[in-house]
Structures are given as C-alpha cells and as structure tokens.
T-cell receptor, first 113, second 114 residues
Framework: AQSVTQLGSHVSVSEGALVLLRCNYSSSVPPYLFWYVQYPNQGLQLLLKYTSAATLVKGINGFEAEFKKSETSFHLTKPSAHMSDAAEYFCAVFFFGNEKLTFGTGTRLTIIP | ETGVTQSPTHLIKTRGQQVTLRCSSQSGHNTVSWYQQALGQGPQFIFQYYREEENGRGNFPPRFSGLQFPNYSSELNVNALELDDSALYLC?????????????FGSGTRLTVV
C-alpha cells in the first residue's frame, strides 16, 4: 500500500543547530515528493519538491532535501536553525495513479534559544 | 500573480446546517483540490476538480460536494454538518494534473461546528 510516514511528531533543536526532519514513503514507483511548512493559523507554503530531476533539492529559507530511492526517504535538512523556522512541517507525496497529494502527519519543529 | 484566495476565513455553524466555502485559484491554474485538516493532523484529501469535472475523491461521504466554475474558482459544500466536520479546510490549485509544479495552497477556512 502507498503511504507516507514522518518520524517524530515533535522535534526540538537549539538555534544554530542542524535541523533534520524525516520522511519515508512506501511505493513501488518513485513518486513526486514535497515538503510544506505551516505557520500557526496559516495555510501551507511549499518549501521544496522532488520531481525526478536532481536528487538533492534546494528550497526556500535555506532548506534542502535529498531523495534516496534505496531508502525510500526524502528527509528535510537545514544546517543552522533560526528562530523563525519554528512551525509545522509536512511531507507530502504524489503517487502516480492517484490524483492527489498524500500528507504525512506532520512534525512540529521547536527552536530553543 | 495572485495566489489562492479562500473565503470566509472563519465561520461557526450549528450541527445539521449546511455550509459553502469558496476558493479562487491562482491565475493560470486549472486544477483545484480541497483538503480537510483536523486539529493536530495532516491535511486529508477531499476531492479534486480539473476543468470543471471531478477527477478524484477521497474517503469523504457524499454530503461533501463541490463545484468548479469556468473561471476555475471552486466551492466546497457540506450538508448536514457534524461536530467532527470542525477543521481547517484548505484549497489548493495547480497548473496541471500531474502537479509537477506543486500545489499552491490558500490560507484556509476555519470551520467550527457547535
């Protein structure tokens, strides 16, 4: 069955530390993959996307993600956390044959001053 | 370019009532999808419209219905509201069905059913 899993519903990192948010998918065919960020009481903003081009994808606000087919993963990273990065992050997957995005359950990122 | 606009931003309805939520797609986008995001959860796909026709539906009952108009704006209608319908409803548009470019999301409508 096709699915997407985000490990860790809450992640806390110190300001200036590495941010790593995990996303794994289950599918026999590599899908399109997206990361979205949601600030309180707002909609979703696209951070970056993988659509079968370069496996290392750079997005906005210094975030990047690497598609690893062998690990069926698309983890989100940022070298140095900033207070403004505090938000909810969603991994989303577009499985071919399904005309929809399937979202993970989200990871709430807290930045410790 | 304009983004995706949703209205209203907030509303409160009574159980059993009907509600209509509206969405204006980003300019040039012909596909619109609706998602329900309950508190503390990820968005769940309700349905999608492509050039005024529904071409995908999630696991939602028939009392959730929609329309897409020739200008690609859209409505989500929910009949016989239940308490569990309380959620943030997100509209998203895209320029093509394959979503190569990703969705553009609106800020959502917060529906509270009492």
């Amino acid at each position: 069955a096709q699915s997407v899993t985000q490990l860790g519903s809450h992640v806390s990192v110190s300001e200036g530390a590495l941010v790593l948010l995990r996303c794994n998918y289950s599918s026999s065919v590599p899908p399109y993959l997206f990361w979205y960020v949601q600030y309180p009481n707002q909609g979703l903003q696209l951070l970056l996307k993988y659509t079968s081009a370069a496996t290392l994808v750079k997005g906005i606000n210094g975030f990047e993600a690497e598609f690893k087919k062998s690990e069926t993963s698309f983890h989100l990273t940022k070298p140095s956390a900033h207070m403004s990065d505090a938000a909810e992050y969603f991994c989303a997957v577009f499985f071919f044959g399904n005309e929809k995005l399937t979202f993970g359950t989200g990871t709430r990122l807290t930045i410790i001053p | 370019e304009t983004g995706v606009t949703q209205s209203p931003t907030h509303l409160i309805k009574t159980r059993g009532q009907q509600v209509t939520l509206r969405c204006s797609s980003q300019s040039g986008h012909n596909t619109v999808s609706w998602y329900q995001q309950a508190l503390g959860q990820g968005p769940q796909f309700i349905f999608q419209y492509y050039r005024e026709e529904e071409n995908g539906r999630g696991n939602f009952p028939p009392r959730f219905s929609g329309l897409q108009f020739p200008n690609y704006s859209s409505e989500l209608n929910v009949n016989a509201l239940e308490l569990d319908d309380s959620a943030l409803y997100l509209c998203a548009s895209s320029a093509d069905r394959a979503f190569v470019y990703g969705y553009t999301f609106g800020s959502g409508t917060r529906l509270t059913v009492v």
